[in-house]
């Protein structure tokens, strides 16, 4: 079964440069969810579409901003890079943008910011 | 806003023995979910309860969601080493749609 695509896997930057992540659902799921996970930490929510529209916000810092696309891929543009970017970021996909809708996790990509 | 609390925060166990990992809600839940990260991996989707007091089984896991909908544990019993890795529970929370515990890191010694 077709999973969640992210890429790129692994990215590094320096600090003040500008990221891109992004992120392919899987077939027909309509909302993307975006998570930071720091070493040794859980998964924090960062942003949320669904139909193309943000649906949820969390701790997304001002200086990141996402979108969906029509073909419902999401892209997480990141600026500024400060060190305490470093992490591994998530996208999810879920059929639905409930509570009770499962979400599947994507592989990740490092970002690591020197 | 939510939390929810995990713990414990590390497990260490010989294989063949059972392990407990217990998540607490500071509100009531409408739904509580598990993950499993492997070391290096993504968080997994285990299993979501939605019913107070619901028992769900997956071969030797065994989840439970409290009769108040606050809190709720996941049971291996007899580990083997393929079940090294970090358990999360989470729950909706307010505009968050998962909240995450801080998960509960289970080693396995053979």
């Known amino acids: 079964a077709a999973g969640v695509i992210q890429s790129p896997r692994h990215l590094i930057k320096e600090k003040r440069e500008t990221a891109t992540l992004k992120c392919y659902p899987i077939?027909?799921?309509?909302?993307v969810y975006w998570y930071q996970q720091g070493p040794g930490q859980d998964p924090q929510f960062l942003i949320s579409f669904y139909e193309k529209m943000q649906s949820d916000k969390g701790s997304i810092p001002d200086r990141f901003s996402a979108q969906q696309f029509s073909d419902y891929h999401s892209e997480l543009n990141m600026s500024s890079l400060e060190l305490g970017d470093s992490a591994l970021y998530f996208c999810?996909?879920?059929?639905?943008?409930?509570?009770?809708?499962?979400?599947?996790f994507g592989p990740g990509t490092r970002l690591t910011v020197l | 806003g939510q939390q929810v609390m995990q713990i414990p925060q590390y497990q260490h166990v010989q294989e063949g023995e059972d392990f407990t990992t217990y998540c607490n809600s500071s509100?009531?839940?409408?739904?509580i979910q598990w993950y499993k990260q492997r070391p290096g991996g993504h968080p997994v989707f285990l299993i979501q309860l939605v019913k107070s007091g619901e028992v769900k089984k997956q071969k030797r896991l065994t989840f439970q969601f409290g009769e108040a909908k606050k809190n709720s544990s996941l049971h291996i019993t007899a580990t083997q080493t393929t079940d090294v890795g970090t358990y999360f529970c989470a729950g909706p929370g307010g505009n968050t749609p998962l909240v995450f515990g801080k998960g509960t890191r289970l080693s396995v010694i053979a």
């Open positions: 077939p027909r799921h309509d909302t």
């Open positions: 509100t009531t839940l409408s739904n």
């Open positions: 999810a996909s879920s059929l639905g943008a409930l509570s009770t809708d499962t979400q599947y």
